[in-house]
DNA sequence: CGGCAGTGGTTACAATTGAAACCAATCTTA
DNA sequence: TAAGATTGGTTTCAATTGTAACCACTGCCG
């Protein structure tokens, strides 16, 4: 597993030059360290165990689940309120939505006000789905969290918002440079 | 932002109520604060965004750039080296070589010692590119970073650790309960 | 009213991803 | 050395996801 027999720890001095021509060659990069791709790494493995989790239990997919737990703090939500609420877009809304309604975990009305909307509303059996679920959420988001001291957790909190922030930043003004 | 007003400090003490009854209902989830939520909006948000430099300018995948990252620093592995050392899987690996070998940004040559081995290395165009692009990469972590202090920016490092172990943990010993 | 821009939501289609089957070479062991 | 197990890597097929086009309705403006 861990054989880090080729990490060349140093800087790689690749000729051991002492031309300066060689100043050229960037640093290497070290993916292991590049906050993008362990961002990336830990958020699928935290997300692939708890989707796991959902889908083993309550034959819930994350997006699905993620809609009921809006709806479940949340009544008489229309599907573009979800959209504002989840972060996930339209067409995964509308996907998430159809499925739970198959499954009866939730019930779409007409708004009579506005005929395009449609009000969302979790069933009975989609409440007692979300009861049984949210526990188990909490289960997981404690066990992560417990790794972490308090202070730690706070610290995560805060600098979540932070990088957060500025990544939205780059949504908006566009890219770097 | 930091409104913590419902955090129940405490372990969900599920008895303490004077009606029975009511102890059924859970706590609501809070899903802007449930940590696999954020870390997956922060993930996708930081990916997406340099996913889009990238391929605007190298014409290149995630997937790609890493395999590319990692040959840049250590030359001559084979796919089964980079599975080790990216956390990605064979065939991620496997089509990410195909295309960069397209593209001409690396080579592939037979391990005469092992035939099933091929060994993959960066080729000239590869290594231009990788020159290039590291330090793309290096301008969005320092710009992330940027929004940190010194210290976060240690925290962060030792948090991200701790928080890998434990969902790899889960990975392993199987789920919790 | 009649048209036309904007909104809510779904559908259709392409690209990406994941799981399992697969081929070929090597290793093991008898 | 032959048979089965293992390893390296690719292919195939299904499921998931993203993008754009689309329909139905509303709201606005002439």
Do not use: C
């Not at 070290?30 to 309550?58: H, M, Q």
């Not at 997981?140 to 972490?148: H, I, V």
């Not at 922030?165 to 003004?173: I, L, S, V």
């Amino acid at each position: 597993m861990t054989n880090d027999t080729t990490n060349s720890e140093t800087h790689s001095e690749t000729g051991a030059f002492s031309d300066p021509i060689d100043a050229v060659r960037p640093d290497d990069l070290r993916l292991e360290k590049f906050l993008p791709y362990r961002l990336s790494v830990l958020s699928n493995r935290v997300s692939n165990a708890i989707a796991d989790a959902y889908s083993a239990r309550f034959d819930l997919t994350i997006p699905a689940w993620r809609v009921m737990a809006i709806l479940g703090r949340f009544p008489n939500l229309s599907a573009a309120d979800l959209v504002e609420q989840t972060a996930m877009d339209k067409v995964a809304i509308s996907r998430a939505v159809s499925i739970l309604i198959k499954n009866d975990y939730i019930t779409r009305s007409e708004d009579l006000a506005d005929r395009r909307r449609q009000v969302l509303n979790l069933s009975e059996l989609g409440r007692d789905v979300y009861e049984r679920i949210v526990p188990l959420a909490q289960q997981y988001e404690n066990d992560l969290m417990g790794s972490l001291s308090a202070d730690e957790r706070n610290q995560l909190d805060s600098i979540i918002e932070k990088l957060m922030a500025r990544a939205q930043d780059w949504a908006n003004r566009g890219l770097i440079d």
